[in-house]
């Protein structure tokens, strides 16, 4: 038992603490959640504007968009990050972190756009309607009545698409850019002991998962309350 | 207040309304009826401008709001729509339906909104319900809350299109007496409807539309009890027309029997009354063919109506030049028969000689 502890704390010191290695480890956390925020706020401006165009009046605006959003949905994130940084911005000086956002960004923007575009569906068209005759305008329909309905309908999927994107984000390695999952690579091929980096690793996705998770509620039960099918169910109870 | 000229609406190829012209009082309480697909819905659709007219003129209070950059915004604040799917808000409670419009388009206080809301909310019968979401009530609720909505805005008219025709026939009264106590106001309205008898109690003027316009127009007297033109009559009464038409030499009685028991099943007209009808067409139709002259054609017109269950015979034939049952040669006993079965015969010159008229 005793040598097993010896082991442990052996494997903790050269991972983590000889040549400050989990500072590594903190920097590497620390650009994965970067990105991740990055990514998924771009990718939500992306989404929206996609979204929007889905629903134009005007056919080619509408075909256009749905044709770029087949296309990264359809090609691999890994391909879609080749094709940004060897191919389109290989001539141009621009950090690679930088690209690989507005990669990521594009190819979670044209799901996020499905999200919205399918919430924006199962808003009652009978509504928007009977905002127009009270008198409202457009925007303030939008506001006042649509928003609210696809915040509630698109929630539970745009949640689970924030882990998507956390997940994407390890591709990064692949560029030599230190991220979670590449820092615990790194010294891992320096110690040749993978336990503690790996575990490390896992464990700190799962957080970010579950943290991410706890402040969507926060802000689910806060902000939607009152409007949410949550209410509904307890008022009926 | 409203004054429509020379609308024309058409969906596709498919024209629904055309060369539309009405005019509409302050006060008005117009009941616009109208068998389905005529176009009654599209008439209240373009008031408010939910359907842009391909043609003519819209106006509300002397905007016309068919032309482009019309104010329709602040014009629609005038004129409150209730739909017949309700269509409330589905994320927000009844009061915060009610007070949505009010607070950002008349930016009026919450708490004096809040107010107002309840007393229109109790108008409708609907206080106790404010805090509900839409989709814990009933129909009927639902209905009355929409309206309240709508009362909400202070309009200066209602459309209402079809109001009760997604209810339960349970519901629809609660509903129709909201509506009834809100025209009492002299509120303008509009009420595209099936329930007849409701539109004839409630409103001055009755539209009823056909042929992609309004066919005829009138008081609900009029309209309900003297319609002028043959659609409307038809429509009004509910006639089921039959019509067979043959060359009365040629005539082959059981070919129309079986005609005449195909429409009396579809109408679920009576067996004794078919019965009756199928005598009395054999007695005379073989009475004509006897004595008629070559190549007459006679024609036969039944129609029902499915409101009082009453049959009107109608024989037009060319020869004899009078009335067949005073003819000397026709059977006395079948006479006695006809009389028995039979009201109100009648007997005149008419399009094709004489037309033979016999109520059931």
């Known amino acids: ?237 | 207040m409203i004054s429509i000229r020379q609308l024309k609406k058409s969906f596709g190829n498919n024209v629904v309304l055309e060369n539309v012209n009405v005019e509409i009082n302050k006060g008005d309480v117009i009941g616009v009826i109208g068998p389905s697909g005529c176009g009654k819905s599209t008439l209240i659709r373009c008031i408010n401008l939910l359907e842009a007219p391909d043609s003519g003129e819209i106006r509300i209070d002397g905007v016309n709001i068919a032309e482009k950059n019309a104010p329709i915004d602040s014009i629609r604040q005038k004129m409150g729509m209730v739909y017949q799917n309700f269509n409330l808000f589905s994320h927000k409670t009844v009061l915060e339906n009610v007070i949505m419009a009010p607070i950002h388009l008349l930016r009026i206080p919450k708490k004096q909104a809040i107010e107002e809301a309840f007393s229109v909310l109790k108008m409708v019968g609907m206080s106790h319900r404010a805090d509900f979401m839409p989709d814990q009530l009933s129909g009927g609720q639902k209905q009355r809350a929409a309206i309240a909505r709508c009362l909400a805005m202070k309009p200066e008219i209602i459309l209402f299109d079809e109001p009760t025709s997604a209810l339960d026939p349970t519901m629809i009264d609660e509903v129709l007496a909201v509506i009834r106590k809100l025209v009492k106001t002299g509120i303008t309205s509009v009420i595209v409807t099936h329930e007849m008898g409701f539109a004839r109690n409630i409103a001055n003027r009755i539209f009823f539309m056909e042929e992609r316009g309004i066919y005829e127009e009138g008081t609900p007297d009029e309209i309900f009890d003297h319609p002028k033109r043959e659609k409307t009559k038809i429509f009004i009464q509910k006639l089921k027309i039959f019509e067979y038409k043959l060359q009365i030499r040629q005539l082959d009685i059981y070919e129309l029997a079986g005609k005449l028991s195909e429409y009396g099943q579809k109408y679920d007209i009576a067996k004794r009354q078919m019965n009756g009808l199928n005598l009395i067409l054999e007695e005379i139709l073989v009475f004509l063919s006897q004595n008629a002259d070559h190549k007459d054609m006679t024609s036969v017109i039944v129609s029902y109506q499915e409101a009082n269950q009453q049959i009107q015979l109608e024989i037009r034939y060319g020869s004899p030049s009078m009335n067949v049952l005073e003819h000397p040669d026709f059977d006395e006993i079948s006479r006695q028969l006809i009389h028995g079965l039979a009201t109100d015969i009648s007997c005149l010159p008419g399009e094709m000689g004489y037309t033979l008229k016999l109520t059931l």
């Open chain 1, 1 to 237: 038992m005793n040598e097993f502890f010896e082991a442990v704390k052996d494997s903790i010191y050269i991972n983590l603490i000889y040549e400050d290695r989990y500072l590594f480890l903190i920097e590497g956390f620390g650009l994965t959640v970067f990105m991740t925020v990055a990514t998924f706020l771009l990718g939500t401006l992306i989404g929206a504007v996609f979204c929007r165009a889905r629903v134009s009046r005007r056919s080619w605006i509408r075909k256009t968009v749905e044709m770029i959003g087949t296309l990264f949905v359809r090609l691999p994130t890994l391909v879609l990050l080749l094709i940004f940084v060897y191919l389109i911005f290989s001539n141009i000086e621009a950090e690679t972190v930088l690209l690989a956002i507005v990669a990521f960004a594009m190819k979670t923007g044209a799901y996020i756009a499905d999200i919205l575009y399918a919430a924006y569906k199962a808003v009652n068209p009978g509504e928007i309607e009977a905002g127009r005759t009270l008198g409202m305008s457009r925007l303030k329909v939008f506001r006042f009545v649509i928003l609210p309905q696809i915040i509630n309908y698109a929630l539970p999927t745009y949640r689970n698409q924030l882990i998507i994107t956390l997940q994407e984000t390890s591709l990064v390695g692949f560029f030599a850019i230190n991220d979670l999952t590449r820092a615990s690579q790194v010294i891992t091929s320096r110690t040749m002991d993978p336990y503690i980096a790996i575990i490390i690793t896992c464990v700190v996705y799962l957080l970010i998962g579950a943290v991410s998770n706890y402040l969507f509620k926060l802000f689910d039960r806060k902000k939607h309350l009152k409007e949410g099918r949550d209410y509904r169910i307890e008022s009926t109870l």
